[in-house]
């Protein structure tokens, strides 16, 4: 148990809706990170925040947004779904993103079908 | 080119074999390495640092190789409980993020 907690674990949604999925970080980490991971794919890597501000941002389009709010936990939202953003949406947190070499803890992830 | 790259894989081996991994990163920059487990449907989970030392754990070695770009995982005496997918990892350019490699999966079999 990693301590980092995502929902919900499973989702249906159809093309064109909005969706978000929520992570709780692991207490004591001020970083959370998002990674998508399609079917046969390492995860990809959507966007951190440290300390409720975006701390960088992977190559996915301003439809994928998120939030982190004062307790440290994250949301992921994403608008005009479309059938290739079905995938395992994974968050990660740490420490500190100030830290290269500190581990990252994976939540369980949330799987996202979109039809 | 992507940053990280792996084996193909699968790797079928029988129980008590030593196998090996490699991987390749292209961003020179790179300063932290990992090889991270993930087994199936789950989420990732840290295996080990790697060092440019090479560092081991138990029957896990893991190798770097800075010029080369370069790192290796070798698992002696494999088990069973050791099929998953291992993914290779790379800090990014800005240094928040991780490069994940596409994961070389292995099955040990009785």
């Known amino acids: 148990e990693t301590g980092v907690t995502q929902s919900p674990t499973h989702l249906i949604k159809t093309r064109g809706q909005q969706v978000t999925l929520r992570c709780s970080s692991q207490s004591g980490h001020n970083t959370v990170s998002w990674y998508q991971q399609a079917l046969g794919q390492g995860p990809q890597f959507i966007f951190q925040y440290y300390r409720e501000e975006e701390n960088g941002r992977g190559n996915f389009p301003p439809r994928f947004s998120g939030l982190q709010f004062p307790n440290y936990s994250s949301e992921l939202n994403v608008n005009a779904l479309e059938l290739d953003d079905s995938a395992l949406y994974l968050c990660?947190?740490?420490?500190?993103?100030?830290?290269?070499?500190?581990?990252?803890?994976f939540g369980q992830g949330t799987r996202l079908t979109v039809v | 080119r992507k940053e990280v790259e792996q084996d193909p894989g699968p790797f079928n081996v029988p129980e008590g074999a030593t196998v090996a991994f490699n991987c390749t990163y292209s961003n020179s920059a790179s300063q932290s390495f990992f090889w991270y487990r993930q087994d199936c449907r789950k989420e990732p989970k840290l295996l080990m640092s790697v060092y440019s030392s090479g560092n081991e754990d138990g029957r896990f070695t893991a190798q770097l190789n800075r010029a080369s770009q370069y790192i290796s995982l070798l698992i002696r005496d494999s088990k069973l409980s050791d099929s998953a997918t291992y993914l290779c990892v790379v800090n990014s350019n800005s240094g928040y993020a991780l490069n994940f490699g596409k994961g070389t999966s292995l099955l040990v079999t009785p």
């Open positions: 990660a947190s740490s420490p500190s993103s100030l830290n290269l070499n500190t581990e990252a803890f």
